[in-house]
């Protein structure tokens, strides 16, 4: 990226991995439900408030336009957590994560010139730039997997006691297998099952059109039947997630 060093802005806060890795979908839980709590896959909510010192959403953001420190601050303590989960998703275990919620956070930055949005559309902009960011970095990560050695899978890393060794073993498997899907499948796949975001916020996120979206999902649920066939442990493990 380019840009001036004034444009340039560090993130210190220590991002953590998910805490919580459960491969349900959960229909009946709301993409806005979920945005406060703990990074991984469990409830969060997307309703941004600003502080008390703006006086509405419109001056919060003419603020964060201008850069200003509080407001950027403000942004990024409530989102950042947000961003991870939405790279975690995308991209599975990778060393690189949190040098990309920094990335995201940058390209945040140097975008709001354009922003034209308010405080509802901030979340789904900012998801949107996650999305690209990830998306760049698998496109990178598969054309330097074709010239090296083969590395081993990065090790599932799940802090939470919550988290079985059976459904840590079933998640890895279950990204081997999303590895193998077309970059344009995967990321539409990976947010609306392993991220449960509605069809409306996958197509937004990703650009697409909703038809699209749906196509998309379709031939990636194909393509991972085909692939699963290929690892009696993880379809023994869906079938009897799905029977439980």
Not at 40 to 48: Q, R, S, Y
Not at 58 to 82: C, P, S, T, W
Not at 147 to 171: G, K, M, N, Y
């Amino acid at each position: 990226m380019h840009g001036s060093t004034e444009s340039r802005h560090e993130f210190h806060e220590p991002i953590h991995p998910p805490s919580t890795l459960d491969l349900r979908v959960s229909p009946s839980a709301s993409h806005d439900e979920r945005a406060d709590a703990s990074p991984g896959f469990g409830p969060v909510t997307n309703v941004l408030h600003p502080p008390a010192f703006y006086r509405d959403g419109e001056a919060f953001i003419d603020a964060l336009k201008q850069r200003n420190a509080g407001a950027v601050g403000y942004v990024f303590d409530r989102y950042h957590r947000r961003v991870d989960r939405t790279l975690f998703a995308v991209l599975g275990p990778d060393p690189d994560r949190a040098d990309l919620v920094q990335e995201v956070f940058t390209r945040l930055l140097d975008g709001l010139p354009r922003f034209r949005g308010d405080l509802e559309t901030l979340e789904p902009w900012i998801t949107r730039i996650a999305v690209y960011t990830a998306r760049g970095h698998l496109r990178r990560r598969q054309t330097a997997r074709r010239w090296t050695r083969p590395q081993p899978p990065e090790p599932i890393d799940v802090p939470s006691p919550q988290a079985s060794p059976e459904v840590v073993d079933a998640l890895g498997r279950a990204y081997a297998l999303i590895e193998r899907l077309p970059v344009k499948e995967r990321i539409p796949f990976v947010l609306r099952y392993m991220d449960q975001m509605k069809l409306g916020e996958v197509a937004h996120a990703c650009d697409i059109s909703l038809a699209t979206t749906k196509r998309r999902l379709e031939r990636a649920r194909d393509r991972l039947d085909r692939y699963a066939k290929s690892d009696p442990i993880l379809i023994d493990w869906m079938r009897r997630k799905s029977a439980s």
